[in-house]
Each structure stands twice: as C-alpha cells, then as structure tokens.
C-alpha cells in the first residue's frame, strides 16, 4: 500500500511533469496533428524519405543491443505518428500495432506500411488517454510498449496504462535539449527576440521519478542527434506553434513567417533547418515491481 507521504511524493512530480505540457493542452487535440499530418505530407510526401530515418535507427539499435526486439515480440507504439517506428519494428518482431489519435497520420502510417509491404503492422485510430485497454482486448498483449515524443502517456495514470498493455518492457523516448538554428534566426529577425526555452528534461526527471516511486527500476540512456532538412513556406504554421506562446499565435504572426520563410528561400522554394537534439530513454520491466520506502515529496523534510 502507498503511503501518504508516498502519495504525496507522486502528485509532486505529477504536477512537475504536468506543468511541462503545452499550455491550454494544444497539443491534445487530434485536428492540430491532422494539420501537421497535412503539412508533413507536403514536405516529405516520398514514403522513401529519409525524415527521421536516423532517430528510428538509434531506437532500433538501442533495443537490438538489449535483446528485446526479437522476431517473436509483439509490439504496441503509443502516438505512432507518420508509422516510421512501427515500420521499423516490423522488420524484425512478429507484429507491430500503431495507435495515434490523428486520422491524419494513421492514413500516413498506413500508406508508408504498404509502400513497404510490411503485412505484419496493424492501426486504430483511438485517444491513448480515453482508451479502455481491457474493452479493446489490449491488455498485456504485448513484449514491448513505446511511447516516443509523444503527450499521450504523462503522470501516473497514463504510465500505468501503458504499462497495462505491457507482458515485458516499455520505453519511453523524449527530448530533454533542444537547440534549432532557424527557428532562433527567425525570432530574432521577425520578432525582435529570443526563441522559448527548449526543453529542460524537467518531464523525462519527473516520469523517472514517478516510475522509482510506484516500484520500478527505470533505466536511463542519453543519445544525440544532429539532422539537417529543408523546410517550404507551408512549414510556417508548426514553426509558429513551437516558437510562439499561445496567445501570439495569430494569422498575421503567421504570415510574416511565411513571409521571412519565402524571402529567405532557395531556388527550391526551401530553407535549410539545422537541430540540434538531445533525447533521453526510460526502460523498464514491468514485472520487476518492488515496496518503496516512505519518500516525503521535496521540501517536505522527513519524519
């Protein structure tokens, strides 16, 4: 049984880890990620694409070297995007589920399965935060749960519903640094100052701390991505949502993007866009559960 000082010490980094969601819960909504889908297609509508191709690889590799991608694991990714991930879990495990709450890019998801002719990857359009893992039949139906980059398995619930679908490991992959070339450039030039803080890492500390406090021994690995790619003027709308706070997002903010985007281009239409990542990895098994100690949340002192 959890302790009240134990609770106490959940809803702390509960409410840490909450406070690093993008404010008014913007990101929650299925019709901005249809949006992105739209613009995502626009850009890198190849399905031979390179896009991201490198961050999969990483993941893949990671979980190869742990021996926990094999040809007889099931595997569930939570917020599957354009699929890239599950496509590349498939070439290895015996299947692989993708679930995102965007029509948009579940269509993408399956497009990209079948350009490769992957029959081993299955869909569902579903929000991970309202899906009844019991009614679905989903329930530890699976070797490996992932949840890359993704808002939809935060705090206490959602960690214990994915670790719900889970008869082995999941994995959670986040940005916890986060530095972008262009969009500073852009800040300065349009706006007259600096872009937003990137990410802090504060959400990958609190997720780790949640998952020690509720009996877990989660793992921590670091890797580090540079990527270059060229981005159009239909980019504006997602360069203004991860630069802007909410109440400056406006057509007009949005327009002189455009605008500086389209100045600035090449005879492509383009502008190249440098980033600088740095993500973290949470992995643990979810039958290696063990009692805490009473932890009093930070700042409460101890008994």
Not at 147 to 159: D, R
Not at 207 to 234: F, I, K, M
Not at 277 to 286: A, E, F, P, S
């Amino acid at each position: 049984m959890m302790t009240n000082q134990n609770e106490s010490a959940l809803a702390y980094f509960a409410r840490m880890q909450n406070s690093q969601q993008q404010e008014d819960d913007f990101y929650n909504r299925p019709e901005v990620w249809d949006e992105r889908a739209r613009a995502w297609e626009a850009q890198y509508g190849d399905p031979k694409s390179a896009k991201s191709e490198d961050r999969v690889q990483a993941t893949l590799d990671y979980l190869l070297e742990q021996a926990l991608l094999t040809p007889g694991c099931d595997v569930v990714d939570i917020g599957c995007g354009p699929g890239r991930f599950v496509a590349g879990f498939a070439r290895t495990a015996r299947h692989v589920l993708g679930i995102d709450f965007s029509q948009g890019m579940i269509e993408q998801a399956q497009a990209y399965a079948q350009s490769e002719s992957l029959g081993n990857v299955s869909f569902m359009v579903r929000d991970f935060v309202q899906l009844d893992i019991e009614r679905e039949g989903l329930a530890g139906e699976f070797d490996l749960v992932l949840a890359s980059n993704t808002p939809a398995v935060h705090g206490v619930a959602g960690l214990e519903k994915a670790m719900g679908l889970s008869r082995g490991h999941c994995l959670i992959v986040t940005q916890i640094h986060s530095e972008n070339r262009l969009e500073s450039q852009i800040m300065r030039e349009v706006f007259g100052h600096s872009p937003r803080p990137g990410p802090s890492g504060q959400w990958f500390y609190a997720a780790w701390n949640l998952l020690y406090l509720l009996g877990y021994y989660p793992q921590t690995s670091y890797y580090s991505r540079h990527s270059e790619c060229h981005v159009g003027s239909d980019y504006a709308g997602i360069f203004m949502e991860r630069m802007l706070p909410l109440d400056q997002r406006t057509p007009e903010s949005e327009g002189r993007i455009r605008k500086w985007l389209g100045t600035h281009a090449g005879p492509d239409g383009r502008v190249s866009e440098l980033r600088d990542i740095k993500y973290g990895r949470l992995l643990w098994d979810v039958r290696e559960k063990n009692h805490r100690p009473t932890y009093p949340a930070p700042g409460q002192g101890g008994r």
